[in-house]
């Protein structure tokens, strides 16, 4: 009897003790923006009362423990002590704050012959945990965290920089979430929240890297040419190359100084190598840009490709006899060079008959109608060109070809005023007007009583002065008509007298 009341006197002893002993009051409990470890601040009214510190931490699991209860990670034998990281690995476990909430608790002790008296625990407080997400379509963060359990919190900051915690972006009170975004755009972004206590103090959560990929746009993406075909439209040769990023592609098609005439087609999402989509709308006289887009997950345009031109040929009548070509030669390939430019003359069935082949510096070129004109090679007045510009490259070059122009120019015709059967220069002998740019020739001569007695749709054949039999015509005055159809079509006639002169 007498045993147990010592005992019960050393117990009811011990406890008074243990209450007389002051509680701690953690003040903070916050994470290290460069080690990421807890970092727990206490005060106590008068250090020099006690010997010493305990703290506790939750401990989740771990060896020799029983889940979710507070044990010792740290014994600090110095009462003037009042802050701890905690790195402690007891109990085969460590603090985790980048992936849960770590909660804490402190007590004070003292010591007497080597044994330590406790005091009661201080009241529990929390880290906070932090969420933060990065939505691509919209370009804004998502920040969600966590209360601070045990303390104050006044109000918060959420705070980025490219190092550390950065700068104060946005300020929270009374919340747990806020979304923003930024005017530029980093591929990852490191953030942390700072609570502002209302003992003043400041804790942190622990640093959350977000990453804000761009969408990965195809390594190749260009219109590689613009060429017309024979069938007066527009084949564009498209390359792009795959990308899990890109949902859809499109060719775009712009009228170069009138930005409102534009068209898209549909792509397939990569083309495998060189496609050839043929634009059946565009008119390949006028002069068009066209580019690659492509569309990534949040259905809107993230790319765009530079642009290809077709080339435009323009045909002119020139000064004399010829006719004048000109056409753009800039932004027709992806690297501006174009090597060299062939000039063709095109038939009404497509033939092309090559003319001449010039430098890729020049946009122009003047054709001489004067062989034309000479050896009546030509009467029909319609002449129509194309041009094909060559680019400069060692390899895997393309020659893209521009419309088809044609120009109609007026009929010539030269009629002499007198032939002689008998002149040395077998050039006065027949009448043989020299007619050009004409076609559906007919040339017909009579007598003054009205009788025809010469007829020819040939412009090389003429009158010798002669009839059916080879007699010549009396020297006389004979009234002719030609007739023929210009280039646009128009019958035309062209009447007047021969005289034939000669001595019998």
């Keep these: 009897m007498r045993y147990t009341l010592i005992l019960l006197s050393l117990q009811l002893g011990l406890n008074l003790t243990a209450q007389t ?46 889940p979710d209860t507070y044990n010792n990670v740290a014994v600090i034998n110095d009462p003037s002590v009042n802050e701890w990281v905690d790195n402690s690995t007891d109990y085969s476990t460590f603090a985790d704050p980048a992936s849960r909430k770590e909660y804490y608790r402190v007590a004070a002790f003292v010591e007497n012959n080597s044994q330590k008296t406790y005091s009661l625990m201080s009241e529990a407080v929390s880290t906070t945990m932090v969420v ?17 359990e045990g303390v104050d919190v006044d109000y918060c900051y959420v705070r980025s920089g490219e190092g550390g915690i950065g700068e104060r972006i946005v300020v929270i009170q009374n919340d747990t979430t806020t979304q923003f975004s930024f005017p530029t755009h980093l591929e990852e972004r490191k953030f942390a929240v700072e609570f502002v206590l209302k003992n003043g103090l400041s804790v942190y959560s622990p640093i959350v890297t977000v990453v804000a990929a761009n969408i990965k746009v195809p390594d190749e993406m260009s219109v590689v040419s613009v060429s017309a075909n024979n069938s007066n439209q527009l084949d564009i040769t498209v390359n792009v190359s795959a990308s899990a990023d890109i949902t859809k592609t499109y060719l775009m098609r712009t009228l170069l100084g009138d930005s409102t005439d534009s068209q898209v087609f549909k792509l397939p999402v990569s083309t495998n190598g060189e496609m050839v989509f043929v634009d059946t709308v565009a008119n390949p006289a006028l002069h068009y840009n066209y580019r690659v887009m492509v569309y990534g997950e949040c259905d809107s345009p993230v790319a765009f490709s530079s642009g290809a031109h077709n080339v435009v040929l323009e045909v002119s009548g020139g000064e004399g006899n010829s006719n004048l ?69 060692a390899s895997n070059s393309h020659s893209v070809f521009s419309n088809v122009v044609c120009i109609h120019r007026d009929p010539m015709v030269f009629v002499p005023n007198a032939i002689n059967p008998n002149d040395d220069n077998i050039d006065n002998r027949y009448f043989r007007p020299r007619a050009d740019f004409m076609s559906d020739y007919k040339m017909y001569v009579y007598n003054k009583r009205g009788e025809q007695i010469f007829a020819t749709t040939n412009p090389d054949e003429g009158w010798d002065g002669r009839n059916r039999s080879g007699k010549l015509y009396p020297p006389d005055a004979y009234l002719y008509v030609i007739s023929y159809r210009s280039a646009d079509g128009e019958r035309l006639q062209k009447t007047g007298f021969v005289n034939l002169i000669y001595e019998y």
Aim: proline share 2%.
């Design 325 to 393: 070509l000109s056409w753009n030669s800039q932004n027709v390939f992806l690297n501006g060079n174009v090597k060299s430019t062939t000039v063709y003359r095109v038939d009404d069935d497509g033939t092309k008959t090559l003319i001449d082949n010039v430098s890729g510096f020049y946009s122009s070129y003047s054709v001489t109608l004067s062989n034309i004109i000479a050896n009546n090679t030509n009467y029909s007045g319609k002449f129509c060109y194309q041009v094909a510009c060559e680019e400069d490259l």
């Design 132 to 148: 933060a997400e990065y939505d691509r379509c919209a370009n804004t963060y998502t920040f969600n965290w966590t209360d601070i």
């Design 21 to 66: 002993l002051e509680i701690p009051e953690i003040e903070s409990v916050s994470v290290d923006t460069t080690t990421g470890r807890p970092v727990i601040k206490w005060k106590i009214s008068d250090p020099s009362l006690v010997d010493g510190y305990v703290v506790k931490r939750l401990i989740y699991d771990g060896v020799g423990v029983m």
